[in-house]
């Protein structure tokens, strides 16, 4: 090995160290700032918020470091994907630090520890996303692609027990059993917490992409059509959807009073533009009606949906389109869902949507 190969190699062990040993103080921030809030711990709190002025520094060190190495060693291919993801994992543990110093300033709101069982619940999504950044940092350390990936698959679960969480913190709030403003502070903690798991699975991406220059692909949007009947213009926007553009998203349709069958002019239409409804039959909302936070967007044709489908979930959009609902010609219909189904996706996607 030449003299600058050994150099070259030094200094990214120094910068791949550097990174690691902010990562553990950004772990440590995180447990501090759960104990914090499950032991209503003032003291613990403040002395992480002012941690997180040290965490700052050093990351600020890595970003320097990151800037020497290219002006050094003008590196190209994998070396310059490293030190690419390197400065934009440190972004994420700045963020996380962020986090741990919000929750600490949340707790400090607290005149005491959450009630079970949600005390018991935060536990558990601290714990999931201390878990998620020990193993992207570990990836990252390893280098492995392979590990980053099995990673990203763990932060799914989370979302069903941060409904849960919401649902208890709303109805905790309306006993009037705590402070509205102690309230408050716990959905900004449940909030952070949510977001540490995010922001672990961004580093795995990175981690993926210094291993292998795998991008990340784009996100899929799920998107669930509904009308009254579900046997006419849902049907068309959801075949729409999936025979042009297949890639940006996955695709539903319901009906709050669905019919028994399609609509006649429905088939008529079908055969003329060649789209697939063999099989299909009419769906009711209550049968999707626990998936409903599965889906980004629920897009009405045929007025507010709100009445019919209850409480809506915190990251799901409702959008109204106004197509001509049961009323209008049907070819008229179509021309009109897809230019709004044309808008929705490039929105969502960009221009090269498909």
């Excluded at 990936?149 to 799914?156: D, F, S, Y």
């Excluded at 979930?313 to 230019?339: K, M, N, Q, S, Y």
């Amino acid at each position: 090995m030449s003299h600058y190969e050994e150099r070259l190699e030094h200094d990214l062990g120094e910068l791949k160290g550097r990174v690691l040993a902010v990562g553990g103080e950004v772990e440590d921030a995180l447990r501090s700032a759960e104990r914090a809030v499950v032991h209503a711990d003032r003291a613990l709190a403040s002395r992480t918020i002012l941690g997180d002025n040290r965490i700052n520094r050093h990351i600020r060190d890595v970003d320097a470091m990151c800037h020497a190495f290219v002006a050094r060693h003008l590196p190209s291919a994998g070396h310059l994907r490293f030190v690419s993801s390197v400065l934009r994992i440190d972004l994420e543990l700045e963020r996380i630090g962020d986090y741990a110093a919000t929750i600490c300033r949340e707790a400090l709101q607290l005149e005491a520890p959450p009630p079970e069982p949600l005390l018991s619940d935060f536990e558990v999504m601290a714990a999931h996303g201390r878990s998620m950044l020990s193993r992207a940092l570990e990836a990252f350390r390893a280098g492995s692609a392979d590990l980053a990936r099995g990673t990203v698959g763990l932060a799914q679960p989370q979302r069903a027990l941060v409904r849960k969480l919401f649902a208890d913190l709303v109805r905790e709030g309306e006993s009037g059993s705590r402070r509205l403003h102690e309230i408050f502070a716990l959905l900004i903690v449940l909030h952070r917490l949510e977001r540490v798991a995010d922001q672990a699975k961004n580093i795995c991406e990175e981690t993926i992409f210094a291993a292998t220059g795998e991008t990340k692909a784009p996100k899929t949007f799920s998107i669930l059509f509904l009308d009254e009947r579900n046997d006419r213009t849902s049907q068309i926007a959801e075949a729409w959807a999936r025979k042009y553009y297949p890639k940006s998203g996955r695709y539903a349709s319901a009906g709050w009073a669905p019919a028994g069958r399609l609509a006649p002019d429905l088939l008529q239409f079908v055969e003329q533009h060649g789209l697939d409804f063999a099989g299909t039959r009419p769906k009711d909302i209550g049968d999707l009606r626990d998936l409903l936070a599965d889906f980004d967007v629920v897009v009405s044709l045929e007025g507010d949906p709100r009445p019919r489908l209850g409480e809506i979930p915190f990251h799901t959009v409702v959008l109204e389109w106004d197509v001509g609902g049961r009323t209008g010609p049907l070819d008229e219909v179509a021309r009109r869902i897809a230019a709004e189904l044309h808008a929705l996706v490039e929105l969502l996607r960009g221009e090269d949507a498909e």
